[in-house]
Nanobody, 124 residues
Framework: QVHLVESGGGLVQAGGSLRLSCAAS????????MGWFRQAPGKEREFVAA????????TYEDSVKGRFSISRDNAKNRLYLQMNSLKAEDTALYYC?????????????????WGQGTQVTVSS
């Protein structure tokens, strides 16, 4: 089992930055890929970014490319999401996710473990 806890959300003005953090515990040795998803009110949960355990392979949703950056600190069992140039449409509950399956996926169904989420609100 893997337990994930997100932190770092908050209220920020448009154009500002936030850094989300996800702490993993439990059977972290089994994790292959970790990612971030988000869900706005009344919308489906959508993919944001993902990284292989090594950090060599990353992938991003098109709307966040060039603004968001995903990174990992395996020594600390942590995943990060640096979010810059935030827009009102980035407002959502952000979830950390992990999978033991190989491959860096953007599909929700590929991820077995989920955190409870951290709220990001961007005011325009």
């Amino acid at each position: 089992q893997v337990h994930l806890v997100e932190s770092g959300g908050g209220l920020v003005q448009a154009g500002g930055s936030l850094r989300l953090s996800c702490a993993a515990s439990g059977d972290t040795f089994s994790i292959y890929t970790m990612g971030w998803f988000r869900q706005a009110p009344g919308k489906e949960r959508e993919f944001v970014a993902a990284s292989s355990w090594s950090g060599v392979t990353t992938t991003y949703e098109d709307s966040v490319k060039g603004r968001f950056s995903i990174s990992r600190d395996n020594a600390k069992n942590r995943l990060y999401l640096q979010m810059n140039s935030l827009k009102a449409e980035d407002t959502a509950l952000y979830y950390c996710a992990a999978t033991t399956a190989p491959g860096v996926s953007s599909y929700k169904s590929a991820y077995r473990y989920w955190g409870q989420g951290t709220q990001v609100t961007v005011s325009s």
